[in-house]
């Protein structure tokens, strides 16, 4: 089975903080998706790479940044946290192939973020 | 993005089939449709997804209706380990690969 695992399950951070949320997939998918997950708003796409180095943008991308260096790894930036970016963030990866459209997406269990 | 309605919440007994239904009166010829689950505390897992035929695998069954408005989830006996969030997803490929998940419905299974 596909595993991807976040790194953190919870983590804490202050107002104004630097966070990294990172990802790891281990079946070689080429595409990986970082949404985030809040009460009543159902999952919202912030940013998605279907390639080393390549992004883009999803629904939410305001206050986030991505990195991708290796296909394996994804990263979530919050480059100055604030109080609204408290939230479940979710990664997910899938094989790619050409952009199909009966990809399935596999999630991980999810970082709840808590920026005080 | 086309839309689906999905009711907020059902009930069913343990061992009994469930029927999960979705509309999705707006779905364009090329659009797949996903359902995904939520189990309490974790990331949605892929269920199952069809286009016009009716689909089974070892989790669920997907009837979709003749003209594609509507489909139903079918789980052919409850288990206490179904509880979950049940997403009705449309997927229309394009250049991203965005899958829009609507609140889903709130299954609850009684013992």
């Known amino acids: 089975d596909v595993k991807v695992t976040q790194s953190s399950r919870y983590l804490v951070k202050r107002t104004g903080e630097k966070v990294f949320l990172e990802c790891v997939q281990d079946?070689?998918?080429?595409?990986m998706f970082w949404y985030r997950q809040d009460p009543g708003l159902g999952l919202r796409l912030i940013y998605f790479?279907?390639?080393?180095?390549?992004?883009e943008k999803g629904d939410i991308p305001e206050g986030y940044s991505v990195s991708r260096e290796k296909k394996e790894r994804f990263s979530l930036i919050l480059e100055s946290a604030s109080t609204n970016q408290t939230s479940m963030y979710l990664c997910?990866?899938?094989?790619?192939?050409?952009?199909?459209?009966?990809?399935?997406?596999?999630f991980g269990s999810g970082t709840q973020l808590s920026v005080l | 993005d086309a839309k689906t309605t999905q009711p907020n919440s059902m009930e069913s007994n343990e061992e009994e089939p469930v029927h999960l239904p979705c509309n999705h009166s707006?779905?364009?010829?090329?659009?797949?449709i996903h359902w995904y689950r939520q189990l309490p505390s974790q990331g949605p897992e892929y269920v199952i997804h069809?286009?016009?035929s009716n689909v089974n695998n070892r989790m669920a069954s997907l009837a979709i209706a003749e003209d594609r408005k509507s489909s139903t989830l079918i789980l052919h006996r409850a288990t206490l380990r179904d509880a979950a969030v049940y997403y009705c997803?449309?997927?229309?490929?394009?250049?991203?690969?965005?899958?829009?998940f609507g609140k889903g419905t709130l299954l609850t299974v009684n013992p």
């Open positions: 997910a990866s899938s094989l790619g192939e050409g952009r199909q459209l009966n990809e399935k997406l596999f």
């Open positions: 079946m070689d998918h080429e595409n």
């Open positions: 069809g286009l016009t």
């Open positions: 997803i449309l997927y229309s490929g394009g250049s991203n690969y965005k899958l829009t």
């Open positions: 790479s279907y390639d080393v180095k390549m992004k």
């Open positions: 707006t779905i364009s010829g090329t659009d797949y």
